[in-house]
């Protein structure tokens, strides 16, 4: 099974806890792109609709590309009062449309997904001269060296699924090599803006957004079982309340010719 479809399968979950992105993004993005009751955008990856309403409210003419067939059901009822809306069953690989006759591209923790030299080629294709990609990721962070709870979850982590991985909150690095592998397909006017915000979640809501996550998913059942058993247990010993702290970085981009 392509690994993209394990989200498909919790539609109603992955909507309650999947986060809603900040109006400060969507007004950077709206400024940058000029988008418009006139001009045509796509979504890469709409899930169950995230990032989506503010684009919708400008007028523009959407159409979401979404792999997933739950999802793409879902959308459908949940924007059914958009006559604006459009989604389309496929793989963005897979999908079709008019070369040079999109004025903005978009996805929000999606694109990932896609193999670099597919993805970012096809956007540039499909983009108008001058049209805007506009690439957003959210990386959540449950970590804090003054946090005690933050640390016998790390603790946990490190028991079941143990990593020589480092999550650096404020990477300069990765901001670096997307712009940079942006910018290596022929886009221009690279910008990176960060935004941040901060959750909070009881044991059983947390168990709930963990089950949003692919690497979650994938676990052996059993296993997943007793890992999350010991992550709301600790988070009840600690008044039962997880702040997760959210950085999310946009990437913008014109198409120029």
């Known amino acids: ?24 993004l969507f007004n950077d993005i709206i400024e940058y792109s000029g988008l418009d009751q006139n001009k045509k955008a796509i979504e890469v990856g709409i899930g169950t609709g995230q990032a989506t309403t503010p684009f919708l409210k400008t007028g523009c003419k959407l159409t979401a590309v979404e792999l997933g067939g739950n999802f793409t059901e879902y959308v459908k009822e949940k924007f059914k009062q958009y006559k604006n809306f459009n989604v389309c069953n496929t793989s963005f690989e897979d999908f ?48 804090r060296e003054d946090d005690p709870l933050h640390q016998k979850i790390q603790g946990i982590y490190q028991k079941y699924r143990p990593s020589t991985a480092k999550f650096i909150e404020n990477n300069t690095l990765r901001y670096k090599k997307i712009s940079e592998t942006i910018k290596s397909f022929g886009f221009k006017e690279v910008e990176v803006k960060l935004y941040h915000g901060m959750r909070k979640f009881n044991g059983c809501d947390y168990i709930g957004l963990l089950n949003t996550y692919s690497d979650h998913i994938a676990m052996p059942e059993f296993t997943k079982q007793l890992f999350e058993s010991e992550i709301e247990s600790a988070i009840k010993e600690y008044g039962n309340v997880l702040k997760v702290y959210d950085t999310i970085d946009l990437y913008l981009a014109r198409k120029k010719s």
């Open 1 to 24: 099974m392509d690994k993209r479809l394990m989200f498909n399968e919790d539609v109603i979950n992955y909507d309650k806890w999947r986060p809603i992105y900040c109006e400060e």
């Open 96 to 143: 079709q449309f008019e070369d040079n006759s999109v004025d903005i591209i978009y996805s929000a923790t999606a694109f990932h997904w896609i193999q670099e030299d597919i993805g970012y080629k096809k956007a540039f294709k499909l983009l108008k001269d001058g049209g805007t990609l506009a690439v957003f990721w959210n990386k959540p962070f449950v970590k």
